[in-house]
């Protein structure tokens, strides 16, 4: 003790030297604590992109994974036919030569091929003509008319089987438009698109998928089919007595 009743210089200034290094230790702690909890932190929003991705992805293939299996069904078809060489098979000259060897037999291989073709892509104005060109303009059509019926129905099944109504899961807003428009006249929009695509494969698949019911589309098809049929078959015969092929 210095003078009574005061501290001694030397015991305040040792014990400020304390308290200074206890406080700048306390700091030195907060900052590291802040920067551990800040690294965390950046780690955390480094990987929240990613996982954020991984779940985007996940739902988008939860919303379209029938549409993703019905192209998956369509490829493998496709490829499977195409590389094995039995595409090349679906001409017209093996379709004239299908009908002319077998008769009743002749006209059901017509028809399953027709239905076969429309899955892998062969359009039905190669049917259409081996019927005209083998048949005749009227035969030709009435049987071309049959086979293109059942080929979309087979394959209205076939697809929403696989595909259901997929493409309800879009939210794009034409597609939106175009299917309101299908559910206001199912029958009228069917007719309507057969008149101008017939039996496009493309038509029938999205159709199939489009949530349509089958009585509307089934009618609509028989609806819309004969007078696109009646003038493909007028146009091949005459195409046929103009280039003497029968």
């Known amino acids: 003790m210095g003078f009574r009743g005061y501290p001694n210089f030397n015991q305040l200034s040792a014990q400020r030297r304390k308290s200074s290094e206890g406080h700048w230790n306390t700091v030195e702690r907060n900052a590291e604590g802040d920067s551990e909890r800040q690294i965390h932190s950046d780690s955390f ?9 991984a779940v985007r992805s996940s739902l988008l293939v939860k919303r379209y994974q029938r549409l993703i299996a019905v192209v998956l069904f369509l490829g493998v078809l496709l490829a499977v036919f195409e590389f094995s060489g039995l595409r090349g098979h679906f001409n017209l000259a093996f379709m004239r030569q299908v009908i002319e060897q077998h008769q009743i037999g002749g006209l059901l291989i017509f028809v399953l091929l027709f239905s076969l073709g429309n899955l892998i892509q062969i359009p039905g104005w190669v049917f259409l003509a081996a019927a005209v060109l083998t ?3 009227l035969w030709g059509g009435v049987v071309t008319y049959v086979a293109a019926v059942v080929s979309c129905v087979l394959t209205f099944l076939t697809i929403r089987a696989l595909g259901g109504d997929a493409l309800r899961q879009l939210k794009n807003r034409l597609a939106v438009r175009i299917l309101s428009e299908l559910d206001a006249h199912p029958i009228g929009s069917v007719a309507l698109l057969r008149l101008l695509f017939q039996t496009a494969p493309a038509l029938n698949y999205a159709l199939s998928m489009s ?3 089958f009585r509307g589309y089934l009618i609509g098809t028989l609806i819309g089919l004969p007078i696109p049929i009646a003038l493909y078959c007028i146009f091949f015969e005459d195409l046929a007595v103009l280039l003497h092929i029968r």
């Not at 929003?45 to 991705?53: A, I, K, T």
Request: aromatic share 0%.
């Open 45 to 53: 929003r480094g990987r929240q992109p990613r996982l954020v991705r």
């Open 135 to 137: 048949l005749g303009q």
């Open 211 to 213: 949530g349509i019911r």
